[in-house]
Structures are given as structure tokens and as C-alpha cells.
Nanobody
Framework: QVQLVESGGGLVQAGGSLRLSCATS????????MAWYRQAPGKQRDLVAA???????NYADSVKGRFTISRDNAKNTVYLQMHSLKPEDTAVYYC????????????WGQGTLVTVSS
């Protein structure tokens, strides 16, 4: 069973940076899509950034130019580098892995809390 473990969250002042990591228990080079989502208190879980097996990326408008998603296939790890953090970035950040059928896969990590103070 594929497992995802996020790390790197914490408390940071506005304008600061953090790097989140998502370590997987499987080889990620063939996973169609790895992504980061976030969920703020009382809000729905939203996509932050995604990266395909081919390296294509897409970002939520609110984080474009500030966040960068990357993957290290050798380490089976996906990263989310976050710069210029804002209080509205405060949320629990979740890593996800998705494969379209055949070989359907949809797995979530347990989440890591990012708190940005003003």
C-alpha cells in the first residue's frame, strides 16, 4: 500500500519561506500526478500545485510566482518550496498521489500544518 508522509510545516512570519516534503513508499516516476492541496479551517480542500510524471506543473493563481513544486524521482520525494508567505497561506497542507486507470491510485498523506503569522 502506498503511503505518503509530509514534513516541513511549521510557524513562519509573513514574508518568510518554508519547504514541504512528501516522502513516498513507492517509486514516483510512474505516478501520473503528484500534488499539494491545502485546507484552511472551515474551508474546503483546494489544489495548490501539481506535477505530472512528465514534469508539467500547474499552480493555483493565489500561489503563482511564490510556490514551486518539484519531484526527485531518485528520492521518491515531492517538494513544495514556498516563498513570500502570507497569513492567508495558513492551512494544513496535504500531499496526494494519483494514477488514472488502469492501475488506479489515489492516496493522501496525513497533512502538515503551516502557520503564517502577520
Amino acid at each position: 500500500q502506498v503511503q505518503l508522509v509530509e514534513s516541513g510545516g511549521g510557524l513562519v512570519q509573513a514574508g518568510g519561506s518554508l519547504r514541504l516534503s512528501c516522502a513516498t513508499s513507492t517509486r514516483i516516476f510512474s505516478i501520473n500526478r503528484m500534488a499539494w492541496y491545502r485546507q484552511a479551517p472551515g474551508k474546503q480542500r483546494d489544489l495548490v500545485a501539481a506535477i505530472s510524471s512528465g514534469g508539467s506543473t500547474n499552480y493555483a493563481d493565489s500561489v503563482k510566482g511564490r510556490f514551486t513544486i518539484s519531484r526527485d524521482n531518485a528520492k521518491n520525494t515531492v517538494y513544495l518550496q514556498m516563498h513570500s508567505l502570507k497569513p492567508e497561506d495558513t492551512a494544513v497542507y496535504y500531499c496526494s498521489a494519483y494514477n488514472a486507470p488502469p492501475g488506479y491510485l489515489e492516496v493522501w498523506g496525513q497533512g502538515t500544518l503551516v502557520t503564517v503569522s502577520s
